[in-house]
């Protein structure tokens, strides 16, 4: 079926580092891709989302482009803050109805 | 997009007891989704509940312990019955207001810890 693949976390960064959080995916038709954002102690934001294949999504300096080739879709952000520490959840859905998430990536960004 | 209210946002519970969890959307949506996090770990679906007709249980979810309400569009119930410690957890409730290719919108969640 379909399933995300996520880089496991934790991740810890210095403030204005790079980010990169790696994302596969397998699927057996033409889902689209998200990534969605976790702050403590809060639900679930939709972060950015690609719909096909060469799609990049891009929200608040993170971006992500939506590869069928390597079937991935990688967060990045150029210089990351604080205030950017959360979990960061890969997904992917190739029907209305069913969602798929990956097992999520903590991070945590220091001053 | 939609704007969900959960509640209770938290709430410690006796074992053998149940919980009732609420979403409350501003706008009609078709579908809702319930979705349980555990400790550390990723969503998982719990069952899709449609107005009208009984709510859909992924595997490993029965109607027994998870029983689902969704009485009109805006609105819907999750109970979690029968406390177990391992029901500690993170509840969460979405919608696919707009479809999920645009990604769903989900409440704040529930923090359940069973004593």
Redesign the interface.
Known sequence: GDSVTQMEGPVTLSEEAFLTINCTYTATGYP?L?W?VQYPG?????LL?A?KADDKGSNKGFEATYRKETTSFHLEKGSVQVSDSAVY?CAL?A?????R????TRLTVKP | SAVISQKPSRDICQRGTSLTIQCQVDSQVTMMFWYRQQPGQSLTLIATANQGSEATYESGFVIDKFPISRPNLTFSTLTVSNLSPEDSSIYLCSVDKGGAWDGYTFGSGTRLTVV
Do not use: I
């Open positions: 689209s998200f969605y809060e639900g679930l934001q939709l989302k719909t959840f859905s029907d209305n109805n069913d969602m998430f990956g097992a999520g």
